[in-house]
């Protein structure tokens, strides 16, 4: 199975900050990665697939890059709803497995 | 709109089993693969099991092979998930995904609310 690395497991930053998210799997993926953010006591929420695509609807300061194995989500410029924990999920092959997560704390 | 409605879950004795169901609408449901994603208390999400549109092919996490089956009734519009020998560390918050575009499982843009099953003496 392949398995999904995220570092770090939690950040601390201000309103404003440029936040950055890795996510490395264990053997290559290709472009096969989604990025999800969820908020307490809520399902997850679709950020980006395809590893760099913007779900519709998602604000542009959300960004993500990267192929083979080592990827990673942007937020350019942090906002109070961007509080959250935030997952990496690949779709190369079954089973599928999501990173430990990402918690992004208010300093 | 999609809909995405789980039941079944609840608190049940180590060993024994209970069956999920989640209930779709808003969309055509045998076009879709379907998948089961669980979380533990204050952990992350782990992916469970998927099918897809037709039924006819199904996967598993290797931590629930053997003890799970998925299925669904597209006549019905529902997905369900069959839990046996039920381990405390199947504690969770079970949700049913919907795959964003098709047939094969992929990622999901359409989840439901979730719902919990404790395995507790």
């Known amino acids: 199975d392949i398995q999904m690395t995220q570092s770090p497991s939690s950040l601390s930053a201000s309103v404003g900050d440029r936040v950055t998210i890795t996510c490395r799997a264990s053997q290559g993926i290709g472009t096969s990665l989604a990025w999800y953010q969820q908020k307490p006591g809520k399902a997850p929420n679709l950020l980006l697939y395809?590893?760099?695509r913007l779900q519709i609807g998602v604000p542009s300061r959300f960004s993500g890059s990267g192929s083979g194995t080592d990827y990673t989500l942007t937020i350019s410029s942090l906002q109070p709803e961007d509080f959250a924990t935030y997952y990496c999920q690949h779709y190369y092959s079954t089973p599928q497995t999501f990173g430990q997560g990402t918690r992004v704390e208010i300093k | 709109e999609v809909q995405l409605l789980e039941s079944g879950g609840g608190l049940v004795q180590p060993g024994g089993s209970l069956r999920l169901s989640c209930a779709a609408s808003?969309?055509?449901?045998?076009?879709?693969?379907m998948t089961w994603v669980r979380q533990a208390p204050g952990k992350g999400l782990e992916w469970v099991s998927a099918?897809?549109?037709?039924?006819?092919?199904?996967y598993y996490a290797d931590s629930v092979k053997g003890r799970f089956t998925i299925s669904r009734d597209n006549s019905k519009n529902t997905l369900y998930l069959q839990m046996t020998s039920l381990r405390a560390e199947d504690t969770a918050i079970y949700y049913c995904?919907?795959?964003?575009?098709?047939?094969?499982?992929?990622?999901?843009?359409?989840w439901g609310q979730g719902t919990l099953v404790t395995v507790s003496s």
């Open positions: 099918i897809r549109g037709s039924g006819g092919s199904a």
């Open positions: 808003g969309f055509t449901f045998s076009s879709y693969a």
């Open positions: 395809a590893a760099s």
């Open positions: 995904a919907k795959d964003l575009y098709g047939d094969f499982p992929e990622y999901f843009q359409h």
